[in-house]
């Protein structure tokens, strides 16, 4: 059934591995399945005996699951390692505390001291769950954040429903932040309920134990299929969330909706603060509640388990929108006034809750917008972090149904939910990360990107951080070049199945930048994908040869000056209507050539239509301003990897300038020795590449390296004397 875990345990495999290979084996089980737990959430763990390095003597070592990690993709390095004698030891410095509890400095010092337990000088960091695994009295633990538990743990009735679920098997707990304080009630659980199974913790999720890890992650499954079938008993299917208020467009009408919104929401959601890249999600769960009767109250009660709000912050932002009058100007205003209010309300809240060492107030902005007819749009610092952000709401959305069907969904009070999100062990953690790339939170476009100068120019852009749309006459190619680009940085994915829709970090798109439509429906996907762009780099062009006449025919003139002219002026006209609806600076990049300036035999065509190509780059540059920086990289001859210099092309060059060769050389061959002629006529004497195209347009494109430059074409040409300028 779709809402209850399935066994996947395969014994031929678990005998092969040593207990820790084993551990990492139960946690990517329970980690791949989206019905147990979340992206980052959970923890799994194991006490094994292990050879002291010091002594050599046997010790009880705690593996578990480490600060950051993920269970879907955790390795034996994400696993932190503990003596046991040293962890309990620390119980004695906690109660001997005159102050102790939940919010406490010893609370908060306790997770320093858990370096101090280390085994073996593993370097992974402890998280703040250790002692719940810990001072647990079982060989393996489990603590899984399944939406079927976190349900019945948000529920108004939870404590009765747990016991009439489970029995004695699991006994309820209420709510209390995460650490040493609730290690100790859990221990004291198993002391005072010794034949217990494990513990459903208020707000919070499961935890259960055995002295088997294969039965332990049995015991998982079979606790969480528990509560889902309790839950399906209950459900009131079509009558879920009090029932359907609104009815949703049709899936192409719906797309249209968004696209007339998401620039421009975008640009209010990163005004403030910084900019955010967007996830939509209008699968049939998320439509059933945005356009329930009683998802305005619940999306105003907001997120109950701590994993959530960390993700979505403490409640989205609903608008009222009716989709039966499609009515997108009515639309708009309903989300700027609901923005204001979502932030004067963020305000509130801090101001309320805060305390003397309260960090300071983070981006009043909501992560998750909810909008009746349309679905949900969540936005992060990056692809990844907004589909996990669209993720967990889709799990808050699934707790919201469970509860609501097993007698009434809660919060968890203002305070508590304030003290978790600047909690100053969260604020740590944020200052630990790395500084973000210097194109992090920018989507650009590649028109080109499937060969060359453009594929080259995609990597380098996606290396600084930036999420890379690559777009190509050849759809084919510029999916190849996308796909190399995840298979380089990782898919940015969350937890399959959760019918989030989205990509990675890159998508390849096909696209004719001579048709207006075409280029349209193309940043149309774009910006459905991420939400809005931030910059364009062109370098589609087109080399058409005189014929055996010396002449260019009138048709192969047109076409010329239609991709190298036209067309860039067709994707900067079109993307100039996303820059504007977003009103955050942006960039564009065209390619000239050093041929503009340098008058030729043998590339009339296209010698003239780069000089056009360059004076546009100037027009365009007062047409965009002040919001659009407008400039273009001018290279003079690049063999390598170009598209414009297939094999027959290479040959008829080498022969122009008498360079011997054999038709029975490889092509790179050829184009190296084709290249290597012209490096000589450079004062560099070195080739062109696409590689150095690609850096001269990531620092025209980035903001923090040329922002006050605009109107200008700059020479990659390896010092071509002819072209200086005149």
Request: proline share 5%.
């Amino acid at each position: 059934m779709k809402n209850h875990p399935q066994n996947r345990w395969q014994d031929s495999v678990a005998k092969t591995l040593d207990p820790v290979a084993r551990l990492v084996y139960r946690s990517n089980l329970i980690g791949e399945d989206p019905t147990l737990t979340n992206t980052g959430g959970g923890n799994t763990s194991s006490k094994i005996m292990e050879k002291d390095p010091l002594t050599g003597s046997e010790t009880e070592v705690l593996w578990v699951k480490g600060s950051g990690g993920d269970l879907r993709t955790a390795k034996r390095d994400g696993f932190s390692s503990l003596y046991m004698e040293k962890l309990k030891g620390l119980q004695k410095n906690y109660l001997g505390s005159k102050a102790k509890g939940p919010k406490s400095q010893i609370e908060d010092d306790m997770v320093g001291a858990y370096a101090h337990c280390t085994f073996n000088l593993n370097p992974r960091p402890s998280s703040i769950d250790t002692p719940l695994h810990g001072f647990v009295p079982t060989r393996h633990v489990d603590h899984t954040h399944p939406n079927a538990a976190i349900s019945l743990a948000a529920c108004a009735k939870g404590k009765e429903l747990t016991k009439e679920i489970y029995g004695d098997e699991v006994i309820w707990t209420d709510w209390q932040r995460p650490g040493f304080d609730l290690g100790l009630i859990l221990e004291k659980v198993c002391k005072d309920h010794p034949k217990a199974k494990g513990a459903i913790m208020g707000q919070h999720g499961l935890i259960n134990w055995h002295e088997d890890d294969k039965q332990c992650y049995e015991l998982t499954l079979e606790l969480v299929g528990r509560a889902a079938e309790a839950i399906e008993k209950k459900d009131r299917r079509d009558k879920t969330f009090g029932g359907e208020k609104y009815k949703s467009p049709i899936e192409k009408e719906r797309k249209a909706l968004w696209l007339a919104i998401l620039p421009w929401l975008r640009g209010k959601v990163s005004a403030q603060q910084q900019r955010m890249i967007g996830t939509v999600q209008e699968d049939a769960p998320i439509l059933r509640f945005v356009n329930s009767k009683d998802a305005p109250r619940l999306a105003e009660m907001g997120t109950s388990c701590p994993d959530h709000f960390l993700r979505t912050k403490i409640k989205p932002l609903y608008v009222p929108w009716d989709p039966a009058s499609g009515d997108v100007d009515k639309l708009r205003i309903l989300l700027e006034e609901g923005l204001e209010a979502y932030r004067a309300d963020y305000k509130k809240y801090y101001e309320k809750c805060k305390r003397k060492d309260s960090p300071a107030m983070r981006d009043p902005n909501p992560t998750v917008v909810l909008i009746p007819g349309l679905g949900m749009v969540a936005w992060g610092k990056s692809k990844s972090e907004s589909r996990v952000t669209a993720e967990f709401y889709n799990c808050a959305v699934e707790v919201m149904r469970g509860a609501e069907a097993l007698g009434g969904y809660i919060n968890l009070p203002q305070q508590e939910a304030f003290d978790i999100e600047y909690w100053q062990l969260e604020e740590a953690k944020l200052k630990r990360m790395p500084a973000e790339q210097e194109l992090a939170r920018q989507v650009i476009a590649v028109v080109g990107a499937g060969s060359g100068i453009g594929k080259e120019t995609a990597h380098r852009l996606a290396k600084e951080g930036a999420s890379i749309v690559c777009v190509d006459l050849n759809e084919k190619s510029a999916q190849e070049t996308s796909a190399e680009l995840v298979k380089k940085l990782g898919d940015g994915i969350g937890v399959a199945g959760t019918g989030i829709s989205g990509c990675g970090p890159a998508i390849g798109l096909g696209a004719n930048i001579v048709d207006r439509k075409s280029v349209a429906e193309m940043l149309g996907e774009a910006v459905y994908a991420y939400g809005g762009l931030d910059g364009v780099v062109v370098t589609a062009g087109i080399f058409v040869p005189p014929d055996f006449e010396g002449r260019i025919p009138d048709e192969k003139w047109a076409q010329t000056f239609a991709i190298n002219v036209t067309g860039s002026y067709v994707v900067a006209d079109e993307v100039n209507k996303i820059f504007k609806a977003q009103g955050l600076p942006a960039s564009l990049v065209l390619t000239t050539s050093v041929n503009a300036v340098v008058a030729k035999k043998g590339s009339l065509a296209y010698d003239t239509s780069k000089a056009a190509a360059n004076h546009l780059v100037r027009e365009l540059a007062i047409e965009l301003s002040p919001l659009v920086r407008v400039n273009a990289v001018a290279p003079a001859t690049v063999v390598q990897g170009s598209a414009m210099f297939p094999r027959d092309r290479v040959m008829a060059s080498l022969a122009k300038y008498k360079i011997p060769f054999s038709e029975k050389e490889g092509d790179e061959e050829l184009r190296t020795r084709l290249a290597e002629f012209y490096a000589k006529r450079t004062l560099t004497q070195s080739p062109i590449t696409p590689a150095d195209q690609a850096e001269a347009a990531f620092l025209l494109v980035s903001a923090k390296r040329f922002p006050r430059t605009t109107g200008q074409v700059i020479h990659v040409d390896g010092g071509l004397a002819d072209g200086f300028l005149r």
